[in-house]
């Protein structure tokens, strides 16, 4: 018989429910965008983008729709329909093209790196998150695995248990 010598799961649902970890990544991504951006246009001496928080993001999700609408073998693919949706709306609130690429894809990197921040619960479940990024499985016995998480079916390259990064 073979030996595990890790464990890896989909952060969607599978091990517990993420809807906090969604709208807390969702919020955040966008809170930090809006503020990197203040910051960055600030430091450029050039006005704030009309952006808010409330009205920004119903405009971002609107834009993800209508993407998923128009490309619908891309509606699956939400990181792509993310990213040209901040794309599509950074440009109409007036950045360059460029700077427009820039900024989404650097909100995608922020949006990726809160995804991943879970802390999973042991309270009656069947694994138990430790410090030093073992995965504890078993009820009397117990055995220590490093784990690795997926989303949309990539595999990340640590998981992160309780905000400590661990490896896969």
């Known amino acids: 018989m073979k030996h595990l010598k890790a464990i890896t799961f989909d952060l969607d649902d599978t091990l517990w429910d993420n809807h906090g970890v969604m709208a807390r990544t969702e919020e955040g991504h966008y809170r930090w965008l809006l503020e990197a951006l203040e910051a960055w246009r600030a430091a450029r001496k050039e006005p704030a983008l009309a952006l808010s928080q409330e009205s920004g993001r119903e405009d971002y999700l609107q834009?993800?729709?209508?993407?998923?609408?128009?490309?619908?073998?891309?509606?699956?693919?939400?990181?792509?329909?993310?990213?040209?949706?901040?794309?599509?709306?950074?440009?109409?609130?007036?950045l360059p093209r460029?700077?427009?690429?820039m900024w989404a894809a650097a909100a995608m990197n922020e949006f990726h790196r809160l995804r991943v921040l879970v802390t999973p619960s042991s309270?009656?479940?069947?694994?138990?998150?430790?410090?030093?990024?073992?995965?504890?499985?078993?009820?009397?016995?117990?055995?220590?695995?490093?784990?690795?998480?997926?989303?949309?079916?990539?595999?990340?390259?640590?998981?992160h248990c309780g905000g400590r990064a661990v490896g896969t």
Do not use: I, M, N
Not at 79 to 85: E, I, N, V
Not at 98 to 101: D, P, R
């Open 63 to 94: 834009r993800r729709q209508q993407w998923a609408k128009e490309v619908p073998e891309r509606r699956g693919d939400f990181t792509w329909l993310r990213l040209r949706a901040l794309e599509a709306q950074l440009e109409a609130a007036g």
């Open 98 to 101: 460029s700077a427009a690429l």
């Open 123 to 159: 309270g009656g479940g069947w694994f138990a998150c430790r410090v030093g990024g073992a995965l504890s499985v078993g009820g009397h016995h117990q055995w220590q695995y490093p784990f690795g998480a997926t989303a949309a079916g990539c595999l990340l390259s640590g998981g």
